[in-house]
T-cell receptor
Framework: ETGVTQTPRHLVMGMTNKKSLKCEQHLGHNAMYWYKQSAKKPLELMFVYSLEERVENNSVPSRFSPECPNSSHLFLHLHTLQPEDSALYLC?????????????FGEGSRLTVL | GESVGLHLPTLSVQEGDNSIINCAYSNSASDYFIWYKQESGKGPQFIIDIRSNMDKRQGQRVTVLLNKTVKHLSLQIAATQPGDSAVYFCAENNAGNTPLVFGKGTRLSVIA
């Protein structure tokens, strides 16, 4: 079992749909992250949760809505997305926020917006 | 703004040769650096990290070199294998005060 699990792995949605991405970490970490990975761009940090509290929100459009019900689970709720939102969405976790050390990534959810 | 970037977007290497992937960073306050490998269809995986009080660190077949004077980081892969084909990212942060900042990535292709 991998440390960080993301579902679904692939998602195709229309611009008017509402869907959610799910992330679960089995590492006992206190911080969880959502990153967006687009072609030919660096990984873009979207949201950070530390101990279930949102600590960073990097000017992400409101059509992306994160939720962290507990320290092991993180969701990204999607609604009225645009085609340019098509990307790989990566979830990551770390032992604590604001520390050096690696992030542990999931395999990503490949999102296509039609 | 300050950012981490990579010199070359693609690198092709003959199997068995050594690979060198470079990274430039602009934040002189950065004190922690990390390399990730991302294979097709997978999430990034940790390879090796280094703190600013070191200039070299070795792992299994990989070495990271840090030159703080010119703000340059490199990843050396010895005896490159087909399984090393992937995109490699460097990332940095400043004493954990910010989340990791990632570069664009270099695609390494290994020619058999």
């Amino acid at each position: 079992e991998t440390g960080v699990t993301q579902t679904p792995r692939h998602l195709v949605m229309g611009m008017t749909n509402k869907k959610s991405l799910k992330c679960e970490q089995h590492l006992g970490h206190n911080a969880m992250y959502w990153y967006k990975q687009s072609a030919k761009k660096p990984l873009e940090l979207m949201f950070v949760y530390s101990l279930e509290e949102r600590v960073e929100n990097n000017s992400v459009p409101s059509r992306f809505s994160p939720e962290c019900p507990n320290s092991s689970h993180l969701f990204l709720h999607l609604h009225t997305l645009q085609p340019e939102d098509s990307a790989l969405y990566l979830c990551a976790s770390s032992q604590v926020f604001r520390t050096t050390g690696e992030l542990f990534f999931g395999e990503g959810s490949r999102l296509t917006v039609l | 703004g300050e950012s981490v970037g990579l010199h070359l977007p693609t690198l092709s290497v003959q199997e068995g040769d050594n690979s060198i992937i470079n990274c430039a960073y602009s934040n002189s306050a950065s004190d922690y650096f990390i390399w990730y490998k991302q294979e097709s269809g997978k999430g990034p995986q940790f390879i090796i990290d280094i703190r600013s009080n070191m200039d070299k660190r070795q792992g299994q077949r990989v070495t990271v070199l840090l030159n703080k004077t010119v703000k340059h980081l490199s990843l050396q892969i010895a005896a490159t294998q087909p399984g090393d084909s992937a995109v490699y990212f460097c990332a940095e942060n400043n004493a954990g005060n910010t989340p990791l900042v990632f570069g664009k990535g270099t695609r390494l292709s290994v020619i058999a």
